[in-house]
């Protein structure tokens, strides 16, 4: 199990599937902002909720050059679902193997009332342009988070 990655490292290079089928790598994303956010599931409450945040908000992360993608093991036919639902106008990643989740530190040991196992941690990964990571989001609320993104693709933007 990988820790987390900290500012200022190399983001691990990845391959991965939308919902529709799409091959979306890293190294083709270089030269704009990349937001990653790693959720547990399709149509929860607090992950619908975090989508939901992020739909409404993503003409202000578009507005700055970032490019914004959710990331669970669910497979591409919940991820259909999911954001025909809720309208969701950004991609949704296929990790069913959690590999790439692993690589991020966010495929994690939960422990629920005692009980061990282990399952996707809810955080974010904000990506310059160059794949290095400025801002990690361990453990995310969901309340708010939405902006504290745009607020770091901002200061972003301002810097380069």
Known sequence: MADYLEPGKKAPAFTLKDQDGNTVRLKDLAGNAVVLYFYPRD???????????????????????????????????????????????????????????????????????GKKSMGMQRCTYVLDGA????????RVKVDGHDQQVIDVLTELESNS
């Open 43 to 113: 149509n929860t409450p607090g992950c619908t909720k975090e989508a939901c945040a992020f739909r409404d908000r993503y003409d202000d992360m578009k507005a700055t050059g970032a490019q914004l993608f959710g990331i669970s093991t669910d497979s591409a036919e919940s991820h259909i679902k999911f954001r025909d639902e809720y309208e969701l106008p950004f991609p949704l990643l296929v990790d069913a193997d959690h590999a790439m989740s692993e690589k991020y530190g966010a495929w994690r040991e939960k422990n629920n009332y």
């Open 131 to 138: 794949g290095k990571v400025v801002k990690v989001w361990k």
